[in-house]
């Protein structure tokens, strides 16, 4: 399935695997099926994989392998995957849609034209995929959003977005795993993604699903890693 890939040299010792498909869906799946082939065969003078929405970067060893060299050997590696989605894990996270928790609220019904009902109905009815991880330690881009969702981010960002925060931004959600500056329009609160994954020795990998499931404030707040 390698026709649907293209290798670019990327500095003097990085490969990147580009991913060229129909939809970010589609190459998200891609991606995950690449780095699953990475776990059962990975060769020495590969030094580093990092994945993305829609590549795969691999740095190697320039003085084990010639760019030329890998790039015919990843071709040979890789030949074998398929569209098949990968199935990854599944987790079901709290999240506390009460106005305090949801200081965006407002802005989203005016970008969607929808009720406060239905921004949380579309919300909790989507399996979302981990798309990717990044940006800061234990944050993952959870996707897509029903177009009808899809909000613009913040002109302005917030100096702080507290831990646990779950906001909006295009087509994506996230949660905010740490304290951190964010323009993402903030609809709910759940855990500390961070530190649950830190606990229960996790991580959360693309390919993964998230959903959510409602609580109260009250049942929110009683949460160990609210």
Known sequence: MTDSMTFLPYGEQTVLIQVHK????????????????????????ITEIVPAFDSVMVKYDFRAISFDTLVEALTVNLSNLTDNEVAGKQYQLPICYDGVYAPDMEIVCQQTGLS?????????????????????PGFAYLGELPETLAVARKTVPRVRVEAGSVGLAGRMTGIYSTDSPGGWQIIGKSINLLQFQLDQDIRLSTGDHISFHRVSATEFQNNPYS
């Open 116 to 136: 406060v009902d239905e921004v949380i109905d579309q919300h909790l009815q989507t399996n979302f995929t981990v798309m990717m991880t990044g940006f800061m």
């Open 22 to 45: 129909d939809s970010l869906q589609a190459a998200c799946g891609q991606v995950a099926s690449i780095m699953k082939a990475f776990e059962h065969h990975r060769e020495d003078y």
